[in-house]
């Protein structure tokens, strides 16, 4: 049983274009989040989203655009992809919002824009 | 400025020793802090949780402190595997306005365990 998986696994592709990334979890957990690590491993958070509602933006350029069709889902919109976006993208989810909740992250999307 | 600085940056052992990964912080104002075990290609996975008012918490082998004043946790490793090889990520949150959070992460310790 997968918790929270995400497609694609690996996604290469070129400087402009526009690509999406798919989350969806199955713990029935009412918090989503993005998350980018760079290829110094540094881990940092992108969006929060609690019953479907944007709760979380930390200043991400308007070119990415989550949407949540549902609360098991939040998938990641990329627009006008640039070289700096190559990185790993982790999803997560927790049963709420507050940090006191755990956080159960997918497997990653490696995204390499060349 | 909120940050998290853990050290050492990498960390190799032999299996069955035991190991300690720092990591201070300086974040305000503090909710509570987190420790993630993350392997290669893999997603990070939650070891412990601490809240201010709790010094240790120990998850198996995984033991965590924290020390408010000083603002400092360690992650103490026994009789290491060489499954524990991997980054270990520290994170503290903030709490902000309106019941939001700010995650500060720490830039990991890369732990390796020889046989």
């Known amino acids: 049983d997968t918790a929270v998986s995400q497609t694609p696994k690996y996604l290469v592709t070129q400087m402009g274009n526009d690509k999406s990334i798919k989350c969806e979890q199955n713990?029935?957990?009412?918090?989503m989040y993005w998350y980018k690590q760079d290829s110094k491993k540094f881990l940092k958070i992108m969006f929060s989203?609690?019953?479907?509602?944007?709760?979380i933006n930390e200043t991400v350029p308007n070119r990415f655009s989550p949407k949540s069709p549902d609360k098991a889902h939040l998938n990641l919109h990329i627009n006008s992809l640039e070289l700096g976006d190559s990185a790993v993208y982790f999803c997560?989810?927790?049963?709420?919002?507050?940090?006191?909740?755990?956080?159960?992250f997918g497997p990653g999307t490696r995204l390499t824009v060349t | 400025k909120n940050q998290v600085e853990q050290s050492p940056q990498s960390l190799i052992i032999l299996e069955g020793k035991n190991c300690t990964l720092q990591c201070n912080y300086t974040v305000s104002p503090f909710s509570n802090l987190r420790w993630y075990k993350q392997d290669t290609g893999r997603g990070p996975v939650s070891l412990t949780i601490?809240?201010?008012?709790?010094n240790t918490k120990s998850n198996g082998r995984y033991t965590a402190t924290l020390d408010a004043d000083t603002k400092q946790s360690s992650l103490h490793i026994t009789a290491s595997q060489l499954s524990d090889s991997a980054s270990y990520i520290c994170v503290v949150s903030a709490e902000g306005t309106s019941g939001t959070y700010k995650y500060i992460f720490g830039t990991g310790t890369r732990l390796k365990v020889l046989a």
């Open positions: 989203y609690n019953n479907k509602e944007l709760i």
């Open positions: 713990l029935g957990h009412d918090t």
């Open positions: 997560a989810s927790s049963q709420g919002h507050g940090d006191a909740y755990e956080q159960y």
């Open positions: 601490m809240t201010f008012s709790e």
